[in-house]
């Protein structure tokens, strides 16, 4: 006998009145579009889901350029302490080293118990003392270059090499702008200085040129060159617009797989409703006078920090995705080679007390939730005294401590340590792949999912295959 039954797509054709295959229909064009190439979102900022619910929607990356000391900062050292001016072999030579051996430098400055956790924290950031509560404290963090340049980029980009899509270029790929009005990708700095890593801090590597990240400035205009510096007759500029149209077209049709130039017609449209508001919305001489104050903004030391972390905030409350904010002051103001008991102090005056109104200001407008902030440097600093005069500490990307908050991160918690002297993660190590998957888990996104198809290979930023990154979920709430 044959087999009469129908089949599931005849089923649903010939009952309800067809209804069943027309959804049908739409849930397989639903999935061939999420199959289909990258090329349908590539040139545009609209927001989108992740893979699952996310606990974040954006991030504050504090970079603290040059290299904080954590055994001076946020991992108290008594062995350290006991054994200081002991000869030892140079730590970066690692336990066979034949150079000439230094002294242990224990740290000056005190530690004690804060907030109900009893995290330890230095004398040097009493403000952070005050919000370790919210703290997530990862001790155990590790990279893999001793130097600027390659640890900045390993620390933007998870790799050591310039090029790739920094950590934001991605987060803005994959999740768009809640602000079509803004940049979903920003970074904060000091007027006319750039650190080690130059604008590899913020690029989007082989990555549509829509996700590179836009600099702003806080304080005068934020957005260079906004307005037109002189006047036009009626319709000269809609004329020139529209003759512009005219030409980007035909350029598009000789060229259908720039992305270049939709990045630039993008970042235009963009500009032109900047244009019509971006004024208003980053004009902190809005803020009361009490959040002013909370960022330190009636202090010469802390305003221009205080001005770049209350803008940093300002975006993030009004959608923007992915905010970098680089440390004040001149080239890695944190890589105390010398003179570190005098310019640690200077820099943390400057920066701790806007770090912590931060998290403060996040918390008490119900932001930090939905917020990662990420305090870090490339890399910490040895436990030895460098140099004849041995007052400073050199580059330690072996083990060094990252604060993050937020995003659903345990506050008051405490992750991993480093061994006796403050050089090497010894106890519940952390990569920067690992951090990086975290964070991505946080926004709702699955490292090794994400993905954008370069020269036939699936790129993802923490590239598991090769680095294990995996997601550290002790830190998670």
């Given at each position: 006998m044959p087999d009469l039954s129908p089949?599931?797509?005849?089923?649903?054709?010939?009952?309800?009145?067809?209804?069943?295959?027309?959804?049908?229909?739409?849930?397989?064009?639903?999935?061939?579009?999420?199959?289909?190439?990258?090329?349908?979102?590539?040139?545009?900022?609209?927001?989108?889901?992740?893979?699952?619910?996310?606990?974040?929607?954006?991030?504050?990356?504090?970079?603290?350029?040059?290299?904080?000391?954590?055994?001076?900062?946020?991992?108290?050292?008594?062995?350290?302490?006991?054994?200081?001016?002991?000869?030892?072999?140079?730590?970066?030579?690692?336990?066979?080293?034949?150079?000439?051996?230094?002294?242990?430098?224990?740290?000056?400055?005190?530690?004690?118990?804060?907030?109900?956790?009893?995290?330890?924290?230095?004398?040097?950031v009493p403000h952070l003392s005050r919000v370790v509560d919210d703290l997530c404290v990862v001790r155990s963090m590790y990279s893999n270059d001793p130097n600027h340049p390659g640890a900045t980029y390993m620390m933007c980009s998870c790799n050591n090499r310039p090029g790739r899509p920094t950590m934001g270029a991605w987060v803005t790929y994959a999740l768009g702008s809640e602000n079509q009005n803004l940049p979903g990708y920003v970074l904060l700095r000091p007027p006319g200085v750039f650190h080690s890593g130059g604008a590899m801090q913020m690029t989007n590597g082989w990555l549509p040129a829509i996700y590179r990240g836009t600099e702003l400035r806080s304080e005068g205009d934020p957005v260079l060159n906004l307005r037109r510096a002189d006047t036009q007759p009626p319709g000269a500029q809609q004329n020139s617009l529209q003759?512009?149209?005219?030409?980007?077209?035909?350029?598009?049709?000789?060229?259908?797989?720039?992305?270049?130039?939709?990045?630039?017609?993008?970042?235009?449209?963009?500009?032109?409703?900047?244009q019509l508001t971006a004024a208003a919305e980053l004009d902190l001489s809005s803020e009361t006078k009490e959040t002013q104050l909370l960022y330190g903004l009636d202090n010469p030391e802390?305003?221009?920090?205080?001005?770049?972390?209350?803008?940093?905030?300002?975006?993030?409350?009004?959608?923007?995705?992915?905010v970098q904010v680089l440390s004040p002051g001149?080239?890695?103001?944190?890589?105390?080679?010398?003179?570190?008991?005098?310019?640690?102090?200077?820099?943390?005056?400057?920066?701790?007390?806007?770090?912590?109104?931060?998290?403060?200001?996040?918390?008490?407008?119900?932001?930090?939730d939905q917020t990662i902030v990420i305090w870090t440097g490339e890399f910490g600093r040895l436990p030895t005294a460098e140099g004849k005069a041995a007052t400073g500490r050199g580059h330690n990307p072996n083990g060094f401590t990252l604060l993050l908050a937020g995003g659903g991160l345990k506050g008051g918690y405490v992750h991993g340590a480093t061994d006796e002297f403050g050089y090497a993660a010894t106890?519940?190590?952390?990569?920067?792949?690992?951090?990086?998957?975290?964070?991505?888990?946080?926004?709702?996104?699955?490292?090794?999912?994400?993905?954008?198809?370069?020269?036939?290979?699936?790129?993802?930023?923490?590239?598991?295959?090769?680095?294990?990154?995996?997601?550290?979920?002790?830190?998670?709430?």
């Open positions: 089949t599931r797509r005849e089923f649903l054709q010939n009952t309800s009145l067809g209804f069943g295959a027309l959804a049908l229909s739409c849930l397989l064009e639903t999935d061939r579009a999420r199959a289909a190439t990258h090329d349908r979102i590539s040139h545009e900022l609209s927001p989108r889901l992740g893979h699952f619910t996310s606990q974040a929607k954006s991030v504050i990356m504090l970079f603290q350029n040059g290299g904080a000391s954590q055994m001076d900062l946020f991992e108290p050292k008594p062995e350290l302490q006991r054994r200081h001016g002991e000869m030892v072999s140079h730590f970066r030579g690692g336990p066979d080293a034949k150079e000439t051996p230094e002294p242990l430098m224990g740290s000056k400055f005190r530690f004690r118990p804060r907030g109900q956790s009893g995290i330890e924290f230095s004398e040097l003759l512009l149209g005219q030409l980007n077209q035909i350029q598009r049709q000789r060229f259908p797989d720039e992305s270049v130039l939709d990045a630039r017609i993008k970042n235009y449209e963009l500009a032109a409703r900047m802390t305003a221009p920090y205080g001005r770049q972390l209350m803008l940093a905030r300002r975006l993030v409350e009004r959608g923007v995705r992915f001149g080239h890695n103001v944190w890589d105390h080679h010398s003179k570190l008991n005098d310019n640690l102090p200077a820099i943390c005056r400057r920066t701790d007390l806007p770090a912590a109104a931060l998290i403060t200001d996040l918390k008490r407008r119900g932001l930090l106890e519940d190590r952390v990569g920067v792949p690992d951090l990086m998957a975290t964070v991505l888990n946080q926004l709702g996104l699955d490292h090794e999912r994400l993905t954008f198809n370069v020269h036939a290979t699936n790129e993802t930023l923490t590239d598991a295959k090769v680095t294990g990154a995996s997601v550290v979920r002790d830190l998670f709430g």
